[in-house]
């Protein structure tokens, strides 16, 4: 029974907390937070558990074997490498940090202290995202020419952190996942409509060596609810609707080039095949994620959402972040990786 701390009981980490009370192979010992309310909720789900104020008392907790962190993303960073260094896996929640020197550090920490961690990049595990890796891997869609993300809403408004950071994690993890490379550069341009200092909206367009580009848009003022990412290969089309109850639809078109032709319209034929919906059997990605974490303590495994994964997706970040700054102006991820 690996013995679980959990910082955080807010909004999400009230999850973390559900999702580890209901898996049978651990238990919430302790969680952590300075809020009354929020403590109070925790207790609910988990009337056992010691409930706490200061995250401290649970990374000097030798009885804990292992740390959820659920706390805004300026703390992430520094609490992952404490409980690390106090003998602890750690599962952060994302971001993993704000900075890529940071990110850094909690990966070199990681290898040095030999336990694991990982970030809670949820989307990677949705059943329906499993299912699209799979596909691309196995050559049925064919090369892949570009992805569209859209993650936008009608939403809670942030005060610490901009569109970019909050949305654009889960879409850069499943990006980084399907293509397996870092992007060669990036370009991002934002406004601030709500409040100051703070953008609401955020265009992203990344591009790679090799010839595949991406683009996201991400907001939290929008009048519908979307959370999309399309996929446009040589063979086949693929759109990922994490809104629809259908959520991966497969589509059989494109254009096909004949191996012979005699004039030039007759070069790209427009092949409009079926729809196709493939069953999946949909299950909790956090609770996946959690057994993912708690797999890769018991067996040594590499967990699917690991430090790499995670430092990639900083590294683009902080190049959008610095690209959003100067108001769309280019960056080269490398200039990033070695500044």
């Known amino acids: 029974m690996i013995r679980v701390g959990i910082i955080g009981a807010g909004r999400w980490g009230l999850n973390h907390v559900r999702a580890v009370a209901s898996d049978p192979s651990c238990i919430v010992a302790a969680v952590a ?14 009337p056992d558990a010691r409930v706490v104020a200061d995250p401290e008392d649970i ?21 992952a ?45 949705h059943p329906a995202m499993v299912h699209l890796h799979d596909l691309l891997s196995s050559g049925a869609l064919g090369e ?38 870092m992007p060669e550069s990036v370009v991002a341009r934002g406004q601030r409509v709500l409040q100051q200092g703070i953008e609401d909206v955020v265009f992203c367009h990344l591009r790679y060596a090799t010839g595949e580009t991406a683009h996201l848009h991400m907001s939290w003022l929008n009048p519908r609810k979307e959370r999309r990412l399309t996929v446009v290969c040589a063979k086949k089309m693929v759109e990922f609707d994490d809104v629809a109850t259908d959520k991966l639809r497969i589509y059989d078109k494109g254009f096909d080039r004949p191996a012979v032709f005699t004039q030039y319209a007759q070069y790209l034929t427009i092949r409009d095949g079926d729809v196709y919906i493939p069953h999946i059997e949909m299950q909790e990605p956090l609770q996946l994620q959690l057994r993912d974490f708690i797999r890769s ?17 900083i590294a683009i970040l902080a190049a959008a972040q610095r690209s959003l700054t100067l108001d769309g102006e280019p960056m080269k991820i490398a200039a990033v990786l070695t500044a």
């Open 33 to 46: 937070d300075p809020d009354p309310t929020a403590a109070a909720k925790a207790k609910q789900i988990v």
């Open 59 to 79: 990374v000097s907790d030798p009885r804990i074997d292992a740390i959820i962190i659920a706390t805004p993303g300026a703390s992430h960073a520094s609490l």
């Open 81 to 125: 490498c404490c409980g690390l260094r106090a003998n602890k896996h750690v599962l952060i929640e994302k971001p993993l940090a704000l900075t890529l020197e940071h990110a850094l550090e909690v990966r070199d920490t990681a290898r040095a202290t030999r336990k694991v961690a990982m970030v809670g990049h949820l989307m990677l595990y």
């Open 144 to 181: 892949l020419h570009y992805l569209h993300c859209t993650r936008v809403n009608l939403g809670r408004v942030r005060h610490d952190e901009n569109a970019l950071w909050s949305f654009g994690p889960h879409d850069l993890s499943m990006i980084d996942c399907l293509l397996g490379k």
């Open 297 to 313: 303590i018991e067996t040594g495994s590499e967990p699917r959402a690991n430090l790499d994964s995670g430092v990639r997706t």
